[in-house]
């Protein structure tokens, strides 16, 4: 995508991002109820404070993914709650919030020492209800937030509910590996929950590194990963197996997320141009500990949730 001039950034709400056409990649600027590409005389329209600018035959592509998703999220109650990641006492999911809270903060504080400002420009990808862009505007930086999924309880309709003045936060319809926007924008990209859904990695790291300034990082939350991918391709089996059982329908493999694999991260994030820290892993002796516990209690290895901080050094 080309990197034309930027464009006023700031939109009426207050919120900032250098959004870029998705088709031609020039700059959009505020128009009416939406954003307007000058330069193919295109417009993407605002709905819900979410602009609009996935390319349409992409949102064709992607709905059997969004209706499954959708519908399975509603059924397992996830829904936005002020205050995420914090829960009160006696929530049914308090331990799996503790433990994300936990890794939130930690994976920030890991960032701050590696960014030179302490108010910084973030994008988040793959946002969802945007809880984590929602704690990073109430702490004072600028924040845009993307996502393929608007769903007013669970995807970015439902950063309404999360912040008293939503407008404060940049909204936008879009794919993690096909970001409409500006190159070197962002002083922190985060994918929280939510790098393992690409389709295509390597891809998807590059993409999120032409949208980082150099010195930037890019923090990646809560993605399963597995030692071995059998264990991992045993998940994903287990979890389609439990949908084809739950709705009596065929689940195709493309319509689930996956997970990345701990001997593969520093070549594919290396290769993208990141430096990798790994973060949370175990040492070798608790990690086969716990290999063995999981076996006997699941049969199989479970994932870990390591903290992986990119460096964009270059
Ligand atoms: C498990 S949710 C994580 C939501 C939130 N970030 C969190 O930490 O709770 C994964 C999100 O990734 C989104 N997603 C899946 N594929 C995507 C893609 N190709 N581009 C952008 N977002 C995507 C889904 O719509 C969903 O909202």
Redesign the pocket.
């Known amino acids: 995508m080309k990197n034309p001039s930027p464009a006023p950034m700031v939109e009426p709400g207050g919120a900032w991002a250098p959004w870029r056409c998705s088709y031609c990649g020039a700059a959009l600027l505020p128009h009416g109820e939406g954003l307007r590409c000058a330069d193919e005389d295109r417009w993407f329209g605002t709905d819900g404070g979410v602009h609009r600018l996935l390319p349409a035959e992409r949102r064709r592509a ?1 709905q059997p ?2 209706e499954l ?1 959708q519908r399975t999220r509603r059924d397992e109650g996830w829904r936005a709650e002020r205050g995420l990641p914090r829960v009160p006492p006696g929530h049914p999911r308090a331990k799996l919030w503790a433990g ?1 809270a936990l890794r939130f903060e930690r994976g920030l504080a890991l960032a701050a020492q590696s960014l030179a400002t302490t108010r910084w420009d973030v994008l ?9 862009s929602a704690q990073l505007v109430e702490r004072g930086h600028r924040v845009a937030a ?4 608007l769903d007013p309880f ?2 970015l309709r439902a950063a309404d509910r999360l912040l008293d003045a939503p407008l404060r936060l940049a909204r936008g319809e ?4 096909e970001l409409p926007l500006a190159a070197s924008s962002f002083d922190l990209v985060i994918a ?3 790098l393992h ?3 295509d990695l390597p891809r998807t790291l590059v993409e999120l590194r032409r949208v980082t300034r150099r010195g930037g990082v890019l923090l990646v ?2 993605s399963p990963t597995y030692r071995r991918r059998p264990d991992g391709e045993a998940m994903v089996a287990d979890r389609m197996a439990a949908l084809e059982r739950r709705y009596g329908l065929s689940i195709p493999r493309e319509s689930q ?1 996956s997970y990345l694999v701990r001997g593969e991260l520093r070549g594919v994030f290396g290769s993208a141009g990141w430096t990798l820290e790994v973060h949370g892993w175990p040492g070798p002796l608790r990690e086969t500990l716990r290999d063995l516990l999981e076996i006997a209690r699941h049969g199989r290895r479970t994932a870990r949730f390591p903290i992986l901080l990119g460096r964009r050094d270059g």
């Open positions: 992607l993914f969004l998703y994300r988040e990808v793959g946002a969802g209800c945007a809880w984590v993307v996502d393929v999924n669970d995807g879009a794919e993690m590996d929280s929950g939510a859904y690409t389709h939350l809560d997320s």
